[in-house]
């Protein structure tokens, strides 16, 4: 009975602990292809992502000012919508998690995102999908699930989906900032 006592205590830790899911940051990073302070901060601010790994989510936004942008010229609508959200004023911006505004992209630090890392959610996020045969629609599935004790009342959430492209390179500068390599 001693023996058994502590086995069954390990077999229930999961059910008498709150469930917590995988967590991982929302980065939104707001930017242009003619703004120079962009051109700048983007280095060390896809270094500091990439070495956060899978523990961060990237969205970028191509913005219409304060130049001219062809990535934007493909989405605009979407892209205003997002910074009328936010209230963007200017770029480079970034905003994490959809809560925080982290300012731009050169004032994000590991401390920031290791702060969002930190807090907790019982939330859990699946996401599957599948190619149209013709390969000109995409079919997503996501499964919202609490894994918490506490009822989730998803009451005024919205859930956005978004699809990116990994890296866009141009043999020459879009815009006027000299950036080539725009990666998400």
Same mark, same amino acid.
């Given at each position: 009975?001693?023996?058994?006592?502590?086995?069954?205590?390990?077999?229930?830790?999961?059910?008498?602990?709150?469930a917590q899911a995988v967590r991982r940051v929302m980065v939104e990073s707001f930017t242009q292809a003619s703004c120079g302070p962009?051109?700048?901060?983007?280095?060390?601010?896809?270094?500091?992502?990439?070495?956060n790994g899978a523990n961060v989510v990237l969205l970028k936004y191509q913005t219409s000012w304060p130049g001219y942008d062809p990535?934007?010229?493909?989405?605009?609508?979407?892209?205003?919508?997002?910074?009328?959200?936010?209230?963007?004023?200017?770029?480079?911006?970034? &905003? /994490? #998690?959809?809560?925080?505004? +982290?300012?731009?992209?050169?004032?994000?630090? *590991?401390?920031?995102?290791? %702060?969002?890392?930190?807090?907790?959610?019982?939330?859990?996020? &699946? /996401? #599957?999908?599948?190619?149209? +045969?013709?390969?000109?629609?995409?079919?997503? *599935?996501?499964?919202?699930? %609490?894994?918490?004790?506490?009822?989730?009342?998803?009451?005024?959430?919205?859930?956005?989906?978004?699809?990116?492209?990994?890296?866009?390179?141009?043999?020459?500068?879009?815009?006027? %900032?000299?950036?080539?390599?725009?990666?998400?």
């Amino acid at each position: 009975m001693k023996q058994l006592l502590p086995a069954l205590l390990l077999l229930l830790l999961p059910a008498l602990t709150n469930a917590q899911a995988v967590r991982r940051v929302m980065v939104e990073s707001f930017t242009q292809a003619s703004c120079g302070p962009c051109a700048a901060q983007n280095p060390a601010f896809g270094t500091l992502l990439q070495s956060n790994g899978a523990n961060v989510v990237l969205l970028k936004y191509q913005t219409s000012w304060p130049g001219y942008d062809p990535m934007n010229l493909q989405n605009p609508t979407e892209v205003a919508a997002r910074v009328t959200y936010y209230g963007v004023t200017g770029v480079p911006n970034v &905003r /994490l #998690d959809g809560v925080q505004n +982290a300012g731009t992209s050169g004032s994000v630090t *590991q401390a920031m995102l290791t %702060n969002r890392l930190n807090q907790s959610t019982p939330i859990d996020m &699946r /996401l #599957d999908h599948q190619l149209s +045969a013709d390969y000109d629609s995409i079919f997503i *599935q996501c499964t919202v699930k %609490n894994l918490g004790t506490t009822e989730f009342n998803p009451g005024g959430v919205v859930l956005h989906t978004a699809i990116t492209e990994k890296q866009i390179l141009f043999p020459e500068p879009p815009g006027s %900032n000299g950036e080539l390599d725009f990666k998400s």
